[in-house]
């Protein structure tokens, strides 16, 4: 599950709301062992994520580098040369 939690910092665009949703519900995910909580636990799951999302967005708003942002597109076929590498 924590492979789909993507660096999200110093990129060209910057991370949108969704991607940060995106991480936080993976992060919740792992730490509550739930994909898909019950009923009874659905409110707590969403307060989770919703908080983790704007702990992340404030994390990411506050940090800075030197070093110039990366480009989102020639990262993603950076990784997925490395995929085709490791999988053929």
């Known amino acids: 599950m924590c492979r789909n ?3 999200l910092f110093n990129f060209e665009p ?3 709301d969704e991607e940060i949703r995106a991480s936080a519900l993976q992060f919740v995910r792992k730490l509550s062992g739930f994909t898909h909580p019950s009923k009874v636990n659905e409110a707590a799951f969403e307060r989770a994520i919703g908080e983790v999302a704007d ?5 990411l708003d506050s940090l800075d580098t030197s070093r110039p942002a990366r480009d989102r597109e020639a990262e993603a076929l950076k990784a ?3 995929a085709r590498e490791r999988f053929a």
Do not use: H
């Open 14 to 16: 910057p991370a949108t």
């Open 80 to 82: 997925r040369a490395r």
């Open 5 to 7: 939690i993507r660096t």
């Open 55 to 59: 702990a992340a967005r404030r994390l």
